[in-house]
């Protein structure tokens, strides 16, 4: 079932307001976001991403309504995976609050531009060789496998190969020039830190994709619904960020689960062609994987503060 070009610029001009409105209403605010305000907007996001799927059911059938949620659920919890090392990049560059949300803001916009492209070449891909949806779904084993028997670790981001690229092409300066990604030092226009924690982010969101697509690739092949899911699960991203980066340590079991669901999604895309499995049953699957790790690892740092107070 082709998406008829109008739906496609609807969309575009949905997000595009969407996204203008949240911008404009951060700047008036003039000051980090609160817990409470990233809150709000995170749910006001999700709110937004289930009536557009209600949006989609009505249109383009029950099917792709299904499809679309279950594949923004698997993008969406996997952006809590970007958010971990979100938090360790900034801190490693030791980027102020304030600076954090503009490296965000066009964080996300690279992450739309490049998973765009990355979802255009993935189906042109698996349309022309099938086999490749085996080879997909092997990787996503491979990364559950490594993402439940690892952590996330502080890392030396700069001695990454990006890093050293951009000493090598760029000039650098250590000090920060409020929110500004390159400043005029002594004449010379250099890059300041916050410019380096955004090719950062960037780079990191470019080795997410290749986790996250193949993963919607195994709920469905309609361009429309792979494109939609990764771009609701993205324009919420920043508002997530300043909910879950204070609240890292509550989410003990959270990268299990997220883990699991990739396992899961693997095994779905290797035996479809012999042994499909609905979306429904997916659907499922993956909200109970998230609500029993979410309630395991609030009761488990719940138990752990409480100990802690009492000694």
């Keep these: 079932m082709t998406t008829s070009i109008w739906f496609w610029i609807a969309f575009h001009i949905g997000v595009f307001i969407a996204l203008t409105v949240d911008l404009v209403s951060f700047k008036r605010r003039d ?5 409470r305000a990233a809150a709000q907007r995170s749910v006001l996001w999700v709110i937004l991403s289930l009536c557009f799927s209600l949006v989609v059911w009505r249109l383009k ?3 792709h309504g299904v499809d679309f949620l279950t594949g923004y659920l698997v993008e969406y919890s996997l952006s809590v995976d970007n958010i971990f090392v979100f938090v360790l990049i900034f801190a490693y560059f030791h980027v102020p609050p304030r600076a954090q949300h503009r490296a965000l803001v066009w964080g996300i916009v690279g992450a739309l531009v490049m998973r765009g492209v990355m979802i255009w070449c993935g189906i042109a891909l ?3 060789f099938h086999f490749v949806l085996y080879l997909f779904g092997l990787f996503l084993l491979v990364t559950s496998f490594r993402m439940f028997f690892g952590k996330h670790m502080r890392r030396d981001f700069g001695e990454s190969w990006v890093m050293r690229l951009c000493r090598r ?4 300066t250590k000090d920060f020039y409020n929110e500004h990604f390159k400043a005029r030092v ?10 380096l924690a955004l090719i950062v982010i960037d780079v990191m969101d470019l080795i997410f994709a290749v986790d996250s697509i193949p993963a919607v690739f195994a709920i469905t092949r309609d361009p429309f619904i792979v494109y939609t899911s990764n771009v609701c699960a993205i324009i919420g991203l920043r ?3 300043f909910l ?5 340590d509550r989410f003990i079991y959270l990268q299990t689960g997220i883990a699991v669901i990739l396992g899961f999604v693997g095994i779905k895309m290797i035996v479809a062609d012999f042994y499909p499995i609905s979306n429904w049953l997916s659907l499922g699957f993956i909200i109970i994987v998230l609500a ?7 009761i488990v740092a719940q138990n752990r503060v409480a100990n802690g107070d009492r000694k």
């Design 239 to 241: 508002s997530l960020y």
């Design 126 to 128: 698996v349309q022309r």
């Design 186 to 195: 002594n004449g010379r226009w250099m890059l300041t830190p916050l410019a």
């Design 292 to 298: 029993v790790t979410i309630t395991i690892s609030m």
């Design 31 to 35: 000051r980090e976001l609160s817990m």
């Design 61 to 63: 059938g029950p099917q």
């Design 244 to 248: 879950l980066a204070r609240l890292m």
């Design 169 to 172: 092409v760029f000039p650098i």
